[in-house]
């Protein structure tokens, strides 16, 4: 069985930890299992799709800046009948985070949040009252590793109107308050086939908003409450059923754990921070080549 590991044409700006980098080794590691695996960037026009069985999405991280070219693909390979990993279906749903509200409605703790439809061009004030928030958070719905994401301040929306308009002119978005707890660091639960592997907390640096290595994030594993990792297994169930991985990030708040984000599609799964996370994903591959 023939495996595109889908990747992209940009850099790799991930630390490699505990003698391992998840971007660079992890694709000979599942050669070297012996599986016929191999790499293609996802938007390369000279790539001999019909030839593959199995399309494996790891890295195509700015499938966001292309999100209709990134649709047009997954319908080319999806006609030639190649499997995705994750689903076709699950990819679509996982794409844009108005997800959120079908996740909220199932019973599942978010970040407060409001979407804003292109063209929104109303009150700052109210988004701040109606939130209950000094400080607010503005990110697309289609986006990746807080591109086009700001901070929103009460006491400056005057000056911060146009910016937004000039923002939502382009797209869907949405906005959460900024919550505290991101200080405390932001969550991730990792599964692989369904099943809990380990999680991670991201912290942002000293005076900063954003957990990503490259804006100065830092990573420490820990052992969550089972409490915390039943929560996470019961979403994962509810919309993930079937995933090969699956990343689930939030904040924890008054000892509640808030979702804010069912990663589907490329998330970095930190497989260098525990043990035996890197054999779990080459097992979680092939008990799905199984299928």
């Given at each position: 069985?023939?495996?595109?590991?889908?990747?992209?044409?940009?850099?790799?700006?991930?630390?490699?930890?505990?003698?391992?980098?998840?971007?660079?080794?992890?694709?000979?590691?599942?050669?070297?299992?012996?599986?016929?695996?191999?790499?293609?960037?996802?938007?390369?026009?000279?790539?001999?799709?019909?030839?593959?069985?199995?399309?494996?999405?790891?890295?195509?991280?700015?499938?966001?800046?292309?999100?209709?070219?990134?649709?047009?693909?997954?319908?080319?390979?999806?006609?030639?009948?190649?499997?995705?990993?994750?689903?076709?279906?699950?990819?679509?749903?996982?794409?844009?985070?108005?997800?959120?509200?079908?996740?909220?409605?199932?019973?599942?703790?978010?970040?407060?949040?409001?979407?804003?439809?292109?063209?929104?061009?109303?009150?700052?004030?109210?988004?701040?009252?109606?939130?209950?928030?000094?400080?607010?958070?503005?990110?697309?719905?289609v986006s990746g590793g807080s591109k086009n994401t700001i901070v929103l301040n009460k006491n400056t929306t005057v000056e911060d109107k146009d910016r937004v308009l000039e923002l939502v002119s382009e797209g869907d978005y949405i906005?959460?308050?900024?919550?505290?707890?991101?200080?405390?660091?932001?969550?991730?639960?990792?599964?692989?086939?369904?099943?809990?592997?380990?999680?991670?907390?991201?912290?942002?640096?000293?005076?900063?908003?954003?957990?990503?290595?490259?804006?100065?994030?830092?990573?420490?594993?820990?052992?969550?409450?089972?409490?915390?990792?039943?929560?996470?297994?019961?979403?994962?169930?509810?919309?993930?059923?079937?995933?090969?991985?699956?990343?689930?990030?939030?904040?924890?708040?008054?000892?509640?754990?808030?979702?804010?984000?069912?990663?589907?599609?490329?998330?970095f799964l930190y497989l260098s921070y525990h043990s035996e996370a890197v054999e779990r994903y080459y097992n979680a591959l092939v008990e799905q080549l199984a299928i």
């Amino acid at each position: 069985m023939k495996i595109a590991y889908i990747t992209y044409s940009g850099t790799f700006k991930y630390s490699p930890a505990n003698n391992f980098n998840e971007t660079q080794e992890l694709l000979p590691f599942l050669q070297n299992k012996g599986l016929d695996i191999s790499a293609e960037i996802w938007d390369d026009p000279m790539v001999d799709w019909e030839k593959y069985d199995i399309a494996l999405l790891k890295t195509p991280w700015d499938y966001h800046q292309k999100y209709d070219q990134f649709k047009l693909w997954l319908n080319k390979i999806q006609s030639f009948h190649i499997r995705l990993l994750n689903d076709y279906s699950v990819v679509r749903w996982n794409m844009d985070k108005h997800y959120l509200l079908e996740v909220a409605d199932a019973g599942f703790d978010i970040i407060p949040s409001i979407f804003l439809q292109q063209g929104w061009n109303e009150d700052l004030k109210t988004l701040f009252e109606r939130l209950d928030s000094e400080k607010l958070i503005i990110k697309p719905c289609v986006s990746g590793g807080s591109k086009n994401t700001i901070v929103l301040n009460k006491n400056t929306t005057v000056e911060d109107k146009d910016r937004v308009l000039e923002l939502v002119s382009e797209g869907d978005y949405i906005v959460q308050p900024l919550m505290p707890q991101i200080q405390q660091g932001e969550w991730s639960f990792i599964f692989l086939n369904g099943k809990y592997s380990h999680t991670i907390i991201k912290k942002p640096k000293v005076g900063d908003f954003r957990v990503q290595q490259i804006f100065g994030g830092t990573i420490e594993v820990t052992s969550p409450a089972q409490q915390y990792i039943d929560l996470a297994e019961r979403c994962i169930s509810r919309f993930a059923k079937g995933t090969m991985y699956a990343r689930i990030d939030g904040l924890m708040v008054d000892g509640r754990f808030m979702l804010m984000e069912l990663e589907l599609i490329e998330p970095f799964l930190y497989l260098s921070y525990h043990s035996e996370a890197v054999e779990r994903y080459y097992n979680a591959l092939v008990e799905q080549l199984a299928i």
